[in-house]
């Protein structure tokens, strides 16, 4: 049985839908990663291309690595059971004065999975404050199921759709997710969350990981993919992608661009958008 969190904290997240922080990794370890990152930024002339910064375990060895640090598996698997998939992945950096922000918002509303054993460790690589733009949540709002969103279209808004709750909110219901380079949050797939634009001199830097049992189902596409992680797929739901071994590799790459189409479905259902190809993230 896995041991990394405490009866408490199990109960916890049961209750709020949320935990944090937890440190999954080291200082030196989150430096490491974000050094990665920085040097291919470097190498390419930029922050990492929109489409990549989805799905990004498939293009990027690092994400692929980090996604299956021991620590953060034994925490899931406290949470979700000992069978685990990565759905997805999601680089999500904010640069100083980009004003790129999150609307409020739950995971759940537009991915397209059946089953709500679901949730997402975020793991900063930077430190996440209020003021670089770290997420808000509403603690115990998962209970809520998933609730009506409007679609905004804002371009500032890292979502897909600009997707944000139709309900009123209580704002000062709200935690702040501060966190530490290393340290990780956990939130469950129906949580009520959002985060500022970043207002500081610095960027902010996190990689958010989708782990699902492998008994969820796509109820939006015939065909989806997923990485088995830990434990054992019983189930046959996804298909199963293979691991990179270098930055960009041609066959992950084009793996990518079929994967995006699927994605395009799903998260563009209901809409007259054909496509996210002109998005620049898919959240
Ligand atoms: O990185 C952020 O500011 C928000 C990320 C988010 O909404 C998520 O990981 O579910």
């Known amino acids: 049985m896995p041991i990394s969190l405490t009866d408490q904290e199990i109960r916890d997240y049961r209750r709020d ?5 937890k440190p999954a990794i080291s200082t030196d370890d989150a430096a490491r990663y974000l050094a990665t990152l920085e040097a291919y930024e470097a190498e390419t002339g ?10 990004c375990h498939l293009v990027f060895p690092w994400i692929n690595e980090l996604m299956r640090e021991p620590a953060i598996l034994d925490m899931v698997e406290d949470l979700i059971g000992p069978d685990i998939m990565v759905w997805s992945s999601h680089l999500y950096p904010k640069e100083p004065g980009d004003g790129r922000f999150i609307s409020w918002h739950q995971d759940s509303a537009h991915w397209g999975l059946e089953t709500d054993n679901i949730l997402t460790v975020w793991v900063a690589l930077t430190s996440a404050t209020r003021d670089n733009g770290c997420m808000r949540m509403l603690p115990g709002s998962q209970n809520t199921g998933i609730v009506e969103h409007r679609d905004t279209w804002e371009t500032k808004n890292i979502l897909t759709r600009g997707q944000t709750i139709a309900e009123e909110i209580d704002e000062d219901k709200a935690v702040w997710v501060e966190l530490g380079p290393g340290e990780t949050s956990i939130h469950h797939l129906h949580m009520w969350h959002a985060s500022p634009p970043n207002i500081t001199d610095g960027r902010r830097v996190a990689t958010a990981i989708r782990y699902i049992t ?5 109820t939006r596409a015939d065909r989806d993919f997923a990485t088995l992680v830990r434990g054992e797929d019983r189930y046959g739901h996804f298909e199963a992608e293979p691991r990179p071994s270098v930055t960009m590799e041609p066959s992950m790459v084009r793996l990518h661009e079929e994967i995006a189409d699927i994605q395009g479905a799903i998260y563009l259902k209901g809409t007259d958008k054909a496509s996210i190809a002109g998005l620049t993230d898919r959240k």
């Open 214 to 218: 492998p008994r969820a189902r796509q």
């Open 17 to 21: 839908g949320l935990l944090f922080p």
């Open 46 to 55: 930029g922050p990492v291309n929109g489409k990549y910064r989805y799905k």
